[in-house]
């Protein structure tokens, strides 16, 4: 039997403001969380600018390619709102005067008292023999438009608009395209391992694999390892996403911190209630991330003690009691100065577990025995002190944020 497969879509955002740092294509991703839902399976992503003829051509490939194609922005009144003009090129159908959605519109600017501009004409436009989805939140109204059995959507780009047209005018016509199929996801996030690391371990297990297909992705917090199945039912789909779950949590074990979209700070907090555990925090280079994580969880007062941010190294002697000639003939980067913060903010705060950070963040105040990135990272506990040696790569921020993974992954560990 031929496996099913879901059908393929492509979105388009136009708009020469999306390719500049200052404006995010957030309705792409929303799109797509939509799609997915419908069973319908998002393959590429464009942002185009204002530009006809480039649109007209990225139009023409994408119905190519993809059963359905969505295209959000460019259908305002002004002359770089081209989307209308570039669809009419691409399908070779022509633009007619929509009488009804003329009155709309006119009606709209009565409402607040206007009278409707003559540019705001062009927005009553619409491709011959397109279905018109009307605009409850503005002026520009969408088409829907089957062109030689492919769904083109054309979407205002106002992300209110856009929204309440998709939900009300498109879902219902896009449901029958789907053929029944739908696509979930499932997310499995793991601390204290590398991606290649990940990869190494399961790889031969996810290539056994068509559907759910597996994707490996490093952030910054953690490896997170995306499953996305497709079927005909949801337990169908459920049944694909549970048994490779299942295969790749016993390849790597406790390591996979949760399945059901939690951070790592959610599942340390947990655990620490779990087992009465108390937790403090010392922190030099991260500046107190560690600790706005773990208070970032509601009820995180229950089993956080506090944190000390320690930056210098007269900081380090009067709040933690770091010795002074330890901080002389290690440095402040050091597994000794890492263990003995970690030791003394356990002691101070009255904690169970204290956790310390100390390294080099930069761009300055490397060297070559301690380059830009190097990072030790201390915990302690009543039964033992221990210290682990990183090097992170990226830029200040990055390795901060690094630096604070790793420390809660360490702490995670310790709580198993």
């Known amino acids: 039997m031929r496996p099913i497969r879901p059908r393929r879509a492509e979105i388009i955002a136009v708009g020469s403001e999306l390719l500049t740092p200052f404006r995010v294509d957030t309705n792409s991703l929303w799109l797509t969380e939509r799609l997915n839902a419908l069973g319908i399976e998002v393959v590429v992503k464009m942002i185009v600018g204002d530009d006809e003829s480039l649109l007209e051509r990225l139009v023409r490939e994408a119905l190519t390619r993809s059963e359905v194609i969505v295209m959000t922005g460019g259908l305002g009144p002004t002359e770089d709102d081209v989307t209308r003009k570039a669809l009419s090129r691409a399908l070779s159908r022509p633009l007619v005067l929509d009488e009804q959605v003329l009155e709309r519109i006119r009606a709209r600017f009565a409402r607040r008292g206007l009278a409707m501009p003559k540019i705001n004409e062009r927005q009553a436009l619409v491709l011959e023999g397109a279905v018109v989805l009307e605009n ?65 371990a399961i790889a031969p297990i996810y290539t056994q694999y068509a ?77 107190g991330l560690i600790a706005k994580r773990l208070t970032d969880v509601p009820g995180s007062s229950q089993y956080f003690r506090g944190g000390i941010t320690a930056y210098s190294d007269e900081a380090k002697c009067a709040l933690l009691g770091v010795p002074a000639d330890m901080l ?36 300055g105040g490397g060297t070559s025995e301690k380059p830009v990135g190097l990072v030790f990272i201390g915990l302690a506990d009543d039964v033992h002190v221990e210290s682990h040696r990183h090097w992170f790569p990226g830029d200040r921020a990055r390795i901060r944020e690094l630096a604070a993974q790793a420390a809660l992954a360490l702490l995670y560990e310790r709580l198993l």
Request: net charge negative; proline share 4%; glycine share 12%.
């Open 211 to 287: 559907n759910p297909q597996t994707t490996i992705l490093a952030t910054t917090g953690g490896i997170e390892i995306h499953l996305t199945a497709s079927g005909v039912t949801e337990e169908e789909i459920e049944a694909r996403l549970d048994e490779l779950s299942d295969r790749i949590e016993q390849a790597l074990g406790a390591r996979v911190f949760t399945t059901r979209g939690e951070s790592l700070e959610e599942v340390i907090g947990r655990l620490a209630l779990t087992k009465g555990y108390t937790i403090a925090v010392a922190e030099s280079v991260t500046g």
């Open 136 to 200: 409850r939140h503005g002026t520009a109204p969408g088409m829907f438009v089957d062109h030689e059995g492919r769904a083109l959507v054309v979407l205002p780009g106002p992300p209110t608009e856009m929204q309440a047209m998709f939900e009300s005018e498109v879902v219902p016509l896009l449901e029958p395209l789907a053929g029944g199929v739908k696509i979930r996801r499932r997310t499995l996030r793991v601390a204290g391992l590398s991606e290649s690391a990940v990869d190494q």
């Open 328 to 363: 002389a003939t290690h440095g402040a980067v050091s597994a000794e100065v890492a263990e003995a913060m970690a030791r003394r903010v356990k002691e101070s705060l009255g904690a169970t577990v204290g956790v310390a950070v100390t390294g080099v963040a930069g761009p």
